[in-house]
Structure formats: C-alpha cells, structure tokens
C-alpha cells in the first residue's frame, strides 16, 4: 500500500504502518502534530458552514452512495483492515458489511430525525401558541477511534455527524489509519465537501490539543480509561460521548442448550483476538453443568486456527502489536501466579497469542477485574443466578452481557439485575446490530453509540414558537 494522501497540507514527517502479522510495511502516512491545530480548525470551520448548508436530502444521498462504493469494494477494504489491523479476513469482511449498514442508517436518519411538533396547548396560558423544534448540527466534532474495527467504528461516528449537518475533525488509530483514509475518500467520491471531514493522525500530544479546542462542541471517542480520562480532563465544556471498553459476562445456566452456549462463547471470546469491547471476558457456569460446559468449551477453544489472517481459514490472527500480546502473556502469568488454572492456551508467537482459558482466577486480580482486551476467556462456577448476577457485576464498568438459558424468567431475572448497556439473551456478549443503542453502565458511561442515538448526541434542539395572540 503505499503513502496515504493527505486531506490537507501536513508535516513532512510521517510513521510507518505495520502488518501486526509479519511486520511488513503496509504503508506510511502523513502525521500532524499539536501545532498544526490551527490549520486543522481552520479547514473544520470551513466545513462547518459546507454541512450546515447541505440540505437533508443531499447529506442522505451522499451517505447511500458512499455505501455503494464500499460495497463494491468490500474486498479491497477487508483486505486493508487485515493489513492493518491483522483481523482475519472473514471477520474484515463482516465488518466492512456493518459498515455499509451503518452507512445506510445514517442516511436514513438524515432524512426522518429533523424534529417534532409541540403541543403548547398542552399548558395551560399557551393555548395561542404553536410551534415545533427542529434538530440542528453542533458543528465541529472531534471523533477519535481505535485499531480494533478501523473501519466500522469510524462509520459510526461520521456517518451521524454528517447526516446532522456537523464537520468532523477525525483521528483514526495511528496503528491503523488506512481503512478510516479510504472511507473518508469514499465519501469525497460520493459527493461530500472534502473540508467537511478532516483527518489528523497523530499521538497523544495532537489529540489533547484537538479536544482542549474551544471550537470543538464534541468529543466522540472510543477507546481506554486513562485515555478516556485524559480527554475528560482537558476538554472543558463540551459533550462528551465515549465507548470505554468493558469486561463481559456471559451466565450460562444448566437449562440451556450446552453446545449452542459453547458455540456462542468460543466466538464471543476471540472474535478479532479478543480485541473487543463487548468480547466474553468471563463466562460464569452454573455448577451442575460446569463439568460438562468446561470440557466442551475447552475442546471448542483448542480447535480455533490462530495464525495468518489472510488465509481464509483462520479464526484468530494476531494482535495488534507483538508488545500487546506480552502484555496479555504477562497478566496471564501474574492470574496463574495467584492461583488461577490454566486450562489451554498461553502460548505466544510475536504478536499471536493463543486463545486461552483459565479457571479460578482470583478475584481481586487485574484479569478479573479489568479488561484484558485479548483472546482470554475465564471459567468460574456458581450456585444460584443471584450468585451470577452478583458475579457478573463486580468490576467498575461494563458494556454488555449474555446469559443462555431456557427459562424466561430467569432471563428477565438477569436482564433486570446485570448492570450493563445491553443483555443477550441466548447469544454471547458480544452481539451488536449498528441501530441499537450502545455504550456502557457503571464509571466511565457517557452517551450511546448506534446511529439515531449518536445523531440525536451530534445534533441539538432548536425551539420555534408562535404566538397567535
């Protein structure tokens, strides 16, 4: 691949992007810094006014056309995410799918969420009053997002934007800027204003001045804690919306189908090498189905083909970079280290690090309580499902959970109690439909992902009243 072109004058410095596979040179791209910033507003102003100005209409039209184009070249984008961001390539075409849906959502939504009529009769002393609000762009958001769907997740945040009117001043992954460059091309061939979508690559110095900028009336990020965090600290006041990783449970219950729950684990577990925030993190089993879920998890696991992404039968490629998956090799130990069993897996080549299992793994350990944010998967057994349930709440945050069950009110039991932005029911944690709702409960929640939701964030009332009197 070689050297993305710039959207706008940059430095000439620039990083190289690397295959987390084979460490070949997937491309270099162009990087900005913190005193480019001006610039960069600079042009986001101007696209401010070009997206404001663009009737719903035409912002719709730009949308569905751009999900033409990425459908018509779905291959050609799969292929760029597994380059970079090393997922495999059933997985990248999955995503560039989604991609296409959220772009169809956005365009829709362009079109139907302009607002609503209000009933001031409703009140009395308002009867000779009529009117309606309308829903108006915010103007310049700042959408910073991550390697692990370099793809999807940009979808997610500029498709709404710009089908509520807004500029964007983007900062895809530096370890995986090449999908959200092409997207971003693909929708200037669709007929978007080019300056209504600028793009900043660069570290955590650029993104602090980006955030800190008073012209910027959101921030959209999906990402850490401590980078989630930072950003909160150094943004003064604007909104906030922020996607900051999670730690899923899954509850399997004795009634339910044991191979389906197994099937929808495995998968939920090392889906993109367990670099997801709603991957199944810990899968608490009930004790009279334990025995019989962990063998057959277990065996489920040792079938799963971790090596090449490119190849077409490859279930987990690597991760993002050789240092994370030392990373997740060194919580494994520390877990292990405290009296955690190691059941399979915990084997690591460079960056691909073997789908593994563990089993009473301490509670107060980093691996229980924190995200791992790798294919690592923790077996506890419980008694009660208000045991589960008080299990799968511990740590500080979460986004989503599952339970596979046969009883409903024992599904309804733990769709009430599990404190989380959404509960699977019969599916693993990490199911996700692009028009949901999403985002997380608990430290760290601040507003929805999804496309109506995110619009509705990126967008804001504007009150129109007459009085007949």
């Given at each position: 691949?070689?050297?993305?072109?710039p959207l706008?004058?940059?430095?000439?410095?620039g990083?190289?992007?690397?295959n987390?596979?084979?460490?070949?040179l997937?491309?270099r791209v162009?990087?900005?810094?913190?005193d480019?910033v001006?610039?960069?507003?600079?042009?986001a102003r101007?696209?401010?006014?070009l997206s404001?100005a663009?009737?719903r209409h035409?912002?719709a039209a730009?949308?569905?056309?751009?999900a033409?184009?990425?459908d018509?070249?779905?291959?050609?984008f799969?292929r760029?995410?597994?380059r970079?961001?090393?997922?495999t390539?059933v997985q990248?075409?999955k995503?560039?799918?989604?991609?296409?849906?959220t772009l169809k959502?956005?365009?829709e939504?362009a079109k139907r969420?302009a607002?609503?009529?209000?009933?001031?009769d409703?009140?009395?002393?308002s009867?000779?009053?009529?009117?309606w609000?309308?829903?108006?762009p915010?103007?310049i958001?700042?959408a910073?997002?991550p390697?692990?769907?370099p793809?999807?997740?940009?979808?997610?945040k500029?498709?709404?934007?710009i089908a509520?009117g807004?500029?964007?001043?983007l900062k895809p992954?530096e370890?995986a800027?090449?999908?959200?460059?092409?997207l971003?091309?693909?929708?200037i061939?669709?007929?978007?204003p080019e300056a209504?979508v600028t793009?900043?690559?660069?570290?955590?110095e650029?993104g602090?001045a980006?955030?800190?900028?008073?012209?910027?009336r959101m921030?959209s990020?999906?990402?850490g804690?401590?980078?989630?965090?930072?950003i909160?600290?150094?943004?003064?006041l604007?909104k906030l919306?922020m996607d900051l990783?999670?730690?899923?449970?899954v509850?399997?219950?004795?009634?339910?189908?044991?191979g389906k729950a197994?099937e929808?684990?495995?998968s939920?577990?090392?889906w993109?090498?367990?670099q997801n925030c709603?991957?199944?993190q810990r899968i608490?089993?009930?004790?009279?189905c334990?025995d019989r879920?962990r063998d057959a998890?277990?065996?489920?696991?040792a079938?799963?083909?971790?090596g090449?992404?490119?190849?077409?039968g490859?279930?987990?490629g690597?991760?993002?970079?050789?240092?994370a998956?030392?990373?997740a090799?060194?919580?494994v130990?520390?877990a292990?280290?405290?009296?955690?069993r190691?059941l399979?897996?915990h084997?690591?080549k460079?960056?691909?690090?073997s789908?593994?299992?563990?089993?009473?793994?301490?509670?107060?350990?980093?691996?229980?309580?924190?995200?791992i944010?790798?294919?690592?998967?923790?077996l506890?057994?419980?008694?009660?499902?208000?045991?589960?349930?008080?299990?799968?709440?511990?740590?500080?945050?979460?986004?989503?959970?599952?339970i596979f069950?046969?009883n409903?009110?024992?599904?309804l039991e733990?769709a009430a109690?599990?404190e989380?932005?959404?509960?699977?029911?019969?599916?693993?944690s990490?199911?996700?439909f692009?028009a949901?709702?999403?985002?997380?409960f608990?430290?760290g929640?601040?507003g929805r992902?999804?496309?109506?939701?995110?619009?509705e964030?990126m967008?804001?009332?504007k009150?129109?009243?007459?009085?007949?009197a």
């Amino acid at each position: 691949m070689t050297a993305a072109k710039p959207l706008i004058a940059q430095r000439e410095d620039g990083i190289d992007v690397l295959n987390p596979y084979d460490g070949s040179l997937v491309g270099r791209v162009m990087v900005s810094d913190p005193d480019d910033v001006d610039a960069l507003l600079t042009r986001a102003r101007q696209g401010t006014a070009l997206s404001r100005a663009l009737p719903r209409h035409r912002r719709a039209a730009i949308l569905e056309k751009a999900a033409r184009l990425v459908d018509e070249q779905s291959e050609d984008f799969a292929r760029t995410i597994v380059r970079e961001a090393g997922k495999t390539i059933v997985q990248a075409r999955k995503e560039t799918l989604r991609c296409v849906n959220t772009l169809k959502l956005s365009a829709e939504e362009a079109k139907r969420n302009a607002g609503e009529i209000v009933p001031f009769d409703a009140y009395a002393g308002s009867e000779a009053r009529q009117g309606w609000f309308t829903r108006e762009p915010l103007g310049i958001i700042a959408a910073i997002t991550p390697y692990n769907d370099p793809l999807n997740l940009v979808a997610h945040k500029l498709g709404p934007a710009i089908a509520g009117g807004n500029a964007v001043l983007l900062k895809p992954s530096e370890l995986a800027p090449f999908s959200a460059l092409k997207l971003v091309e693909t929708l200037i061939k669709a007929g978007l204003p080019e300056a209504i979508v600028t793009v900043a690559i660069g570290g955590a110095e650029l993104g602090r001045a980006i955030v800190s900028a008073r012209d910027v009336r959101m921030v959209s990020f999906t990402g850490g804690f401590a980078t989630g965090e930072a950003i909160s600290r150094s943004a003064g006041l604007k909104k906030l919306a922020m996607d900051l990783g999670g730690n899923a449970p899954v509850i399997v219950m004795a009634d339910c189908n044991i191979g389906k729950a197994v099937e929808g684990c495995v998968s939920g577990g090392y889906w993109a090498a367990g670099q997801n925030c709603i991957g199944t993190q810990r899968i608490l089993v009930q004790a009279a189905c334990y025995d019989r879920f962990r063998d057959a998890f277990v065996a489920g696991t040792a079938r799963v083909v971790a090596g090449d992404p490119s190849s077409e039968g490859t279930d987990v490629g690597p991760m993002i970079s050789e240092a994370a998956a030392e990373r997740a090799e060194v919580a494994v130990d520390e877990a292990i280290s405290g009296g955690a069993r190691l059941l399979c897996g915990h084997q690591r080549k460079r960056a691909i690090y073997s789908p593994t299992v563990l089993e009473s793994v301490p509670h107060d350990g980093r691996l229980w309580r924190e995200e791992i944010f790798a294919p690592v998967v923790m077996l506890e057994r419980f008694e009660t499902l208000r045991d589960a349930i008080r299990l799968a709440n511990e740590p500080d945050y979460s986004l989503h959970a599952g339970i596979f069950t046969d009883n409903l009110a024992d599904a309804l039991e733990a769709a009430a109690g599990i404190e989380a932005g959404g509960v699977m029911i019969n599916d693993s944690s990490d199911y996700r439909f692009d028009a949901m709702p999403f985002g997380g409960f608990k430290h760290g929640s601040m507003g929805r992902e999804g496309v109506r939701f995110a619009y509705e964030d990126m967008t804001q009332p504007k009150v129109i009243c007459i009085n007949r009197a």
